[in-house]
């Protein structure tokens, strides 16, 4: 089993920064690929950027691609999302997820473990 935690969501005006985390625990030596995916109201969950576990591999939704950098650090076992140039369509609940299996992509349903989300809201 894998547990995830995220922290850092917040309000912002439109134009600045956050920094979300992402704790994980448990079998953490077995994740393979971690993703962030957010969920605007009354919108369909959507895949935002993923990390292979060397760090050296990372795919970003188009929306985001060159404002948003995923990271993450092994050693303590903690997925980043560095949020700049927000937007108010980048309000949504950022959940991060971790995948076991080699190859898991942009599909939710690729990822067995799911944290419970941190809300993000870009004031215009």
């Known amino acids: 089993q894998v547990q995830l935690v995220e922290s850092g969501g917040g309000t912002v005006p439109a134009g600045g920064s956050l920094r979300l985390s992402c704790a994980a625990s448990?079998?953490?030596?077995?994740?393979?690929?971690m993703a962030w995916f957010r969920q605007g109201s009354g919108k369909e969950r959507e895949f935002v950027a993923l990390i292979r576990r060397s760090g050296g591999t990372t795919y970003y939704a188009d929306s985001v691609k060159g404002r948003f950098t995923i990271s993450r650090d092994n050693a303590k076992n903690t997925l980043y999302l560095q949020m700049n140039s927000l937007k108010p369509e980048d309000t949504a609940v950022y959940s991060c997820?971790?995948?076991?299996?080699?190859?898991?992509?942009?599909?939710?349903?690729?990822?067995?473990?799911w944290g419970q989300g941190t809300q993000v809201t870009v004031s215009s």
């Open positions: 997820a971790a995948a076991l299996m080699v190859g898991a992509g942009r599909r939710a349903y690729d990822y067995s473990y």
């Open positions: 448990g079998r953490t030596s077995s994740i393979y690929t």
